[in-house]
């Protein structure tokens, strides 16, 4: 009878043990950022609309709205819409991660997003999945800005303009990093409308 008691014990005391374990890591999982940006990049091809909360600010080149569902470890969250003369809108979408005084705990939480996001896999409606690649930079204290430009390993048409983008940016007295989801209207070398 001594044996069963024990072994009785024994089972009950790992699942006390077990379940808190098990709790914390979904608790881990459920605060990363990799999901949110899944939503984003997949309601991407709709210019964010299903995104789109309430105005925040209308000004004549662009339009900020909230962004209408929450990220746990986002300090906030938004859209901003620029017009663009003869051609579709341009899209951002932006979350700020962390706001900080301190240069080490901004440059860690930089590289703990750029851990979420490197090699991050997506899903398309259309059954297209990508990674996002990117090559991680050091932050250096005395650059003020460092960011990391994902690329997207393919993805077709729809999905030609879109750029992921982690940022640190030292604005004064703090150190901010953010996350952005965006449209990028050409490249760098890629020549515009030639106007007379």
Request: glycine share 4%.
């Amino acid at each position: 009878m001594k044996k069963s008691v024990k072994v009785l014990v024994a089972i009950t005391m790992s699942l006390c043990l077990g379940n808190p374990a098990r709790t914390q890591l979904k608790l881990a999982a459920a605060n990363t950022i990799a999901p949110a940006v899944k939503k984003v990049i997949q309601d991407y091809p709709q210019q964010f609309h299903n995104l789109m909360g309430e105005v925040i600010v209308q000004n004549p080149q662009s339009t900020v709205y909230a962004c209408n569902f929450s990220m746990k470890e986002a300090e906030e969250a938004s859209i901003t819409k620029y017009s663009a003369a003869n051609q579709y809108d341009i899209m951002s979408w932006q979350a700020r991660m962390l706001t900080t005084e301190e240069f080490e705990e901004a440059k860690k939480k930089f590289r703990s997003l750029y851990k979420e996001l490197n090699n991050l896999s997506v899903r398309m409606e259309e059954g297209v999945y990508f990674q996002l690649k990117g090559s991680y930079e050091e932050p250096v204290e005395e650059k003020k800005f460092t960011t990391v430009v994902f690329s997207i390993d393919r993805g077709g048409s729809k999905l030609k303009k879109l750029k992921v983008e982690l940022q640190m940016v030292y604005e004064p007295m703090e150190w901010k990093v953010n996350v952005l989801v965006y449209d990028k209207e050409r490249e760098d070398d890629e020549r515009g409308p030639a106007r007379d």
